[in-house]
């Protein structure tokens, strides 16, 4: 059966490489006290950010993906547990609150893949719900994209409105409605009224076709700059700051350039592009969402870079965070 799996301290220590003289940020992060997820047990941890896996693809595979999105959780957060803990980052800034175990559907066409990804959707959204109406900022380390339809739902029930969303992306993940998947989460934020504007930073002329392209060119809750324009010199002068108050921050991985993933690319952002974009932003968000990164694919490719990739991105938002406080 799917649920969450609550992490204790001892789930943390094992994935810690002690050495004399260190301190590392998985001796200092705080875990959760209580069997069940609530509100009030949230707000008696003081930590500001609360990390949680949703190590699945099923939605990318929903959406004719490539497998391995799933393996990128638990590297990821091996290598942000032995970040050192320093006057730059301290750990107790940060609780670990776990990841969800999904299992497979025993349905594994199309149709039956889809509608797993809607029961993973019923999973997560709650449990995002309660994290940021207890005061906390999600730090979700995907899995596919699928996942920013929960944490969009759950972010805004919490706000009690409609969020912005900024989605640095090769794709506006746009689809049709035609059962969930990878590729519509968005579509289905947007039509189900949880998101309200979305800016879409980065995407590839290349691959988008053209009904997306002309839901961005005549929706004007739609916003995008591409990729190839910023190529030819686009600085995106004022775009981050028509975001809302409450703004959430997706991270696709394949919009990074040599990034192991389903639809990884040779031309996209440097890791340091993104970084800076991150340390930069003057936007406190009310979420990050890293996704569709992997260390290991189906078709045999691997990266042991994806890991410590996604450990840089998760340190530089908290860092980033605090420093606006």
């Given at each position: 059966?799917?649920?969450?799996?609550?992490?204790?301290?001892?789930?943390?220590?094992?994935?810690?490489?002690?050495?004399?003289?260190?301190?590392?940020?998985?001796?200092?992060?705080?875990?959760?006290?209580?069997?069940a997820?609530?509100?009030?047990?949230?707000?008696?941890?003081?930590?500001?950010?609360?990390?949680?896996?949703?190590?699945?693809?099923?939605?990318?595979?929903?959406?004719?993906?490539?497998?391995?999105?799933?393996?990128?959780?638990?590297p990821?957060?091996?290598?942000?547990?032995?970040?050192?803990?320093?006057?730059?980052?301290?750990?107790?800034?940060?609780?670990?609150?776990?990841?969800?175990?999904?299992?497979?559907p025993?349905d594994?066409?199309i149709?039956?893949l889809?509608?797993?990804?809607?029961?993973?959707?019923?999973?997560?959204?709650?449990v995002?719900?309660?994290?940021?109406s207890?005061?906390?900022?999600?730090?979700?380390?995907?899995?596919?994209?699928?996942?920013?339809?929960?944490?969009?739902?759950?972010?805004?029930?919490a706000?009690?409105?409609?969020?912005?969303?900024l989605?640095?992306?090769?794709?506006?993940?746009?689809r049709?409605l035609?059962?969930?998947?990878?590729?519509?989460?968005?579509?289905?934020?947007?039509t189900?009224?949880y998101?309200?504007?979305?800016?879409?930073?980065?995407?590839?002329?290349?691959?988008?076709?053209?009904?997306?392209?002309?839901?961005?060119?005549?929706?004007?809750?739609?916003?995008?700059i591409?990729?190839?324009?910023?190529?030819?010199?686009?600085?995106?002068?004022?775009?981050?700051?028509?975001?809302?108050?409450?703004?959430g921050l997706?991270?696709?991985?394949?919009?990074?350039?040599?990034?192991?993933?389903?639809?990884?690319?040779?031309?996209?952002?440097?890791?340091?592009?993104?970084?800076?974009?991150?340390?930069?932003?003057?936007?406190?968000?009310?979420?990050?969402?890293?996704?569709?990164?992997?260390?290991?694919?189906?078709?045999?490719?691997?990266?042991?870079l994806?890991?410590?990739?996604?450990?840089?991105?998760?340190?530089?938002?908290?860092?980033?965070?605090?420093?606006?406080?």
């Open positions: 059966m799917d649920n969450l799996k609550i992490y204790s301290q001892s789930d943390i220590n094992h994935l810690i490489i002690h050495r004399n003289g260190e301190i590392k940020l998985g001796e200092r992060v705080k875990t959760y006290q209580y069997e997820i609530s509100i009030e047990g949230l707000k008696a941890n003081h930590s500001k950010f609360v990390l949680l896996g949703i190590p699945e693809d099923i939605g990318v595979r929903a959406n004719a993906g490539i497998a391995g999105a799933a393996s990128a959780w638990k990821a957060l091996a290598a942000f547990l032995n970040i050192q803990s320093n006057r730059f980052l301290n750990g107790a800034e940060i609780l670990v609150l776990g990841h969800f175990e999904i299992n497979e025993e594994s066409s149709k039956g889809r509608n797993k990804v809607a029961e993973i959707d019923e999973l997560v959204y709650p995002i719900e309660k994290i940021v207890a005061g906390k900022i999600p730090v979700v380390i995907g899995g596919g994209h699928n996942n920013a339809y929960g944490i969009i739902k759950g972010t805004s029930l706000y009690k409105t409609p969020i912005d969303v989605n640095i992306d090769a794709h506006a993940d746009l049709e035609e059962g969930r998947h990878s590729g519509n989460g968005f579509s289905y934020a947007l189900e009224n998101l309200n504007h979305y800016f879409m930073y980065g995407l590839h002329q290349n691959y988008n076709n053209e009904a997306i392209l002309s839901q961005v060119e005549n929706n004007a809750r739609l916003k995008a591409f990729f190839d324009d910023i190529l030819m010199g686009d600085d995106a002068g004022g775009f981050f700051d028509e975001l809302g108050k409450a703004a997706e991270i696709d991985l394949d919009c990074i350039q040599n990034v192991l993933s389903s639809a990884e690319t040779p031309s996209g952002f440097a890791v340091n592009d993104v970084r800076k974009l991150i340390l930069t932003n003057a936007k406190k968000f009310s979420y990050l969402h890293i996704c569709e990164g992997a260390t290991r694919m189906l078709d045999g490719r691997v990266s042991k994806t890991s410590k990739l996604i450990a840089y991105l998760v340190s530089d938002f908290v860092k980033a965070h605090v420093a606006k406080v």
